[in-house]
């Protein structure tokens, strides 16, 4: 298969789709982003990329981080995080409150607000710092030592944090927070300001793709883990839209509020999506119909 030419009939269809949408706005570092850019790459399973756009311009990871919170969370032999955090699709908001009330502080799922809090903690509690680990990954998988977190965003959503520190305190009311609350908020804030490039992106997320290998050729998970984790993506990785996700592009993915995503074709390629313009339900519009058209033609899905 050509993906070059792949890469460009994409872009080329689905221009249209190009700065539609609405740019999050509750993290104001994030408004200040021009919505009328898009970017795509591809890494194959042998660790070749290829892209289109403006796929080496980085923009802020924001819950994609939270994929690779819960990898080396795993990766640590950390099965336990499954006591403290479930695995059901939410249908709820990604930073709701109520539901983790009367769910008695567990959270529905990993990839909320509330679930990535209990994530963060739990990796913190195995190394040094969760947001430094998970740049670490970000760094060592991509290739790219200059990653780095966009300290902008992280003030930013820092001085807007209301949300995010009143479900951590509402999960160490209930036992489910070991850190100390502002430590682990400002790790996930941390965390979620990453900036990267849909290249780096798609190259750090190939061991989803490489059944839990490392780009190096080392294990991280195994392959039940890494199974899981694309599990847990497609059920619950588009926020309240994992079902029209899965029926539109038939992969496990991820997004974020900057307009990223990130998809796995297991054993085949991981694709990075970038246009920071969402949908009502807070998935990239362009990033959507991208992915959309890569399944439609490549025929690469998990269904
Ligand atoms: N840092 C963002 C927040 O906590 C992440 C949101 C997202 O990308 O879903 O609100």
């Known amino acids: 298969m050509d993906i070059d030419r792949l890469l460009s009939q994409i ?78 699709p939410s249908g709820n908001a990604f930073n709701s409150l109520v539901q983790l009330e009367y769910e008695n502080g567990i959270p529905r799922n990993p990839f909320i607000n509330a679930g990535a809090l209990v994530v963060t903690d739990h990796l913190s509690g195995v190394v040094d710092c969760a947001a430094d680990a998970v740049l670490q990954l970000l760094r060592i998988e991509s290739g790219n030592p200059d990653i780095g977190y966009d ?66 050729g080392s294990r991280m998970l195994s392959p039940s883990q890494t199974k899981r984790i694309n599990a847990v993506m497609l059920t619950c990785g588009t926020y309240d839209a994992a079902g029209e996700f899965a029926y539109r592009v038939g992969l496990p993915g991820k997004s974020g509020v900057g307009g990223g995503i990130l998809a796995t074709v297991p054993g085949r390629c991981s694709i990075a999506v970038w246009g920071p313009g969402l949908d009502n339900r807070g998935n990239s519009v362009a990033g959507v119909a991208a992915l959309d058209r890569f399944t439609t033609l490549t025929g690469w899905s998990v269904f």
Not at 158 to 181: E, P, Q
Request: with cysteine; charged share 20%; proline share 3%.
């Open 11 to 88: 872009r080329t269809e689905i221009q249209p789709q190009i700065g539609r949408g609405r740019v999050a706005d509750y993290i104001p570092a994030l408004a200040e982003v021009a919505p009328d850019q898009f970017g795509m790459a591809i890494a194959l399973a042998t660790g070749e990329c290829h892209g289109v756009g403006d796929w080496l311009k980085p923009f802020s990871l924001q819950s994609i981080s939270k994929i690779f919170s819960l990898a080396l969370a795993l990766a640590e032999n950390e099965e336990s995080i499954w006591t403290r955090v479930g695995r059901e």
């Open 151 to 216: 300290l902008q965003v992280a003030e930013s959503e820092t001085a807007h944090a209301d949300r995010t520190l009143a479900l951590a305190h509402f999960l160490a009311s209930y036992g489910n927070l070991r850190g100390d609350v502002p430590t682990v908020v400002d790790e996930y804030v941390r965390q979620c300001a990453i900036a990267i490039s849909c290249r780096d992106l798609a190259l750090a997320g190939l061991f989803l793709a490489r059944h839990g290998l490392r780009r190096d």
